[in-house]
T-cell receptor, first 112, second 115 residues
């Protein structure tokens, strides 16, 4: 069956450290993988997109890697801040009529 | 002020009643989507529409209906046939069309509670 797995346990880190979140998938062939941020009671907000032929993508303090052999994406936030505390969702797009599949998200808590 | 609006923010429904959730976008996007989010679960796709007057079922369409009569509007009706409708409902849009890689823009969500 198809699955997208993100750590269900919250990730707690100290301010200034690097946060690393994982997204693993099974039985999908994503052409693109995206990461979104969601704050409580609000809609997700797009952060980064990486294509299947890209290994790494960066945007300011954010970095995403995509390994189609391992079927895994890693999402890094460097020099984390308490304002980065939120739930982060990964989403797969198989390039099929703009249809997306979301993981359940990982909650990140950055402590001052 | 561009974006996606959903109304109402909170909605209460008695069992056996149909209810319609509103979603409007002024981003001139072709594609629109409805998701349902339950605690501890990912977003699950209910319906999506790639173009006006056309829509497709997502993974959990049973008990829901939609219409797409205008490009900017994609209302979702939760019918009495939906057995467990209490959830957070999210509407999204994306440029769609022939974009090779699309990103989604989400509304603020509607929290539906069945009493």
């Amino acid at each position: 069956s198809q699955k997208i797995e993100q750590n269900s346990e919250a990730l707690n880190i100290q301010e200034g450290k690097t946060a690393t979140l994982t997204c693993n998938y099974t039985n999908y062939s994503p052409a693109y993988l995206q990461w979104y941020r969601q704050d409580p009671g609000r809609g997700p907000v797009f952060l980064l997109l990486i294509r299947e032929n890209e290994k790494e993508k960066r945007k300011e303090r954010l970095k995403v890697t995509f390994d189609t052999t391992l079927k895994q994406s890693l999402f890094h936030i460097t020099a984390s801040q308490p304002a980065d505390s939120a739930t982060y969702l990964c989403a797969l797009d198989e390039g099929n009529f703009n249809k997306f599949y979301f993981g359940s998200g990982t909650k990140l808590n950055v402590k001052p | 002020d561009g974006g996606i609006t959903q109304s109402p923010k909170y909605l209460f429904r008695k069992e056996g009643q149909n209810v319609t959730l509103s979603c409007e976008q002024n981003l001139n996007h072709d594609a629109m989507y409805w998701y349902r989010q339950d605690p501890g679960q990912g977003l699950r796709l209910i319906y999506y529409s790639q173009i006006v007057n056309d829509f497709q079922k997502g993974d959990i369409a049973e008990g829901y209906s939609v219409s797409r009569e205008k490009k900017e509007s994609f209302p979702l009706t939760v019918t009495s046939a939906q057995k467990n409708p209490t959830a957070f409902y999210l509407c999204a849009s994306s440029p769609g069309g022939r974009m090779p890689a699309d990103t989604q823009y989400f509304g603020p969500g509607t929290r539906l509670t069945v009493l």
